[in-house]
């Protein structure tokens, strides 16, 4: 049976660990001191029945409790070893640069933190390799909402690209404004080589998919939505641009495992990786993903052609590409 072994698609601040999370909340005093353990876990947790809306701000309370080095430092050493321990061989953790700062960091500082956690749990955890996304953000009404702090978000990847940042992502709230006004943004990535991947067609429609590919993404996080037009769908065939399918994350959409797209991807020839998105918001692991799928009908021949898939389409170098599918056969 195929072990779940590459993550290219999971946000730090949807994935925190809860017993971490709970006592930092109540030591800043986010929550009043007689919240309960299990009202907490239901802030930290989609659940059902959540507009999009909703579920955007459910993000406001774990990025509260990462303001600080400290916070950041031990967020994603704690997420590393967490990942390192059940086994994956590879991981993208993101995080916004530009959610991070009410502490009084800079942008660059947030990453500086970030690749310092980072290297600790490299060198505690040396069976997995990791990469740090940062992420531009999708904010209401528009692209001008935070015009600025996504100008900085470039300029704080270009500054640590290398030292442990692989790449730009643009996130957040899909439906803020018209999807292009973000395509000035990615010009200036290609200018400082910045590589990069786009959140689309994911609680927006497939026609951002088609746009994200024209602003030159290199992969697409979920871009299910593809799927609602034959024409768009054949264009992700035909380019084969991988998209990071995250299933569990999903179901606040309101699918279900059996009306997820992801077996008409697969069927059509789509690049499709596998991965987490919010491992605690949707209580999932990667594990957890291939054993859904496995339910419903996908083969083991397609969760390691997936896996493969995540490995050509990683932001690492040619060489450590080809000793990761080494490892997975
Ligand atoms: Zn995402």
Redesign the pocket.
Known sequence: MQTAKVDL?L?LDGSLPLPWAFERALRKGILPPNTTREAFCDKMRFGSGKSAQEVMEMFDLPIALMQTREELHDTIYLLIERLAKSGLIYAEI?AASQHHTKGGLSQTQVLEALCDGRRDALRDFPSIRIGIINCLMHKLPDASANYKENLETIEATRAMLGNGVVALDL?GFENSGPFTDYAPFFEKARACNIPYTI?AG?MGEGVHVREAIAMGAHRI??GINCVQDPAWLQEVVDTQIPL?V?VT?NLFLGLTYETHPIRTLLAAGANVTINT??MTFSETDLANEHRQLRAIGVTEEQLTQCTRNAIRAAFLPEDEKQELLRATI
């Open positions: 698609h946000h993101r996130a959140h994911e996080g979920h990071e995250c994350s998105d919010n």
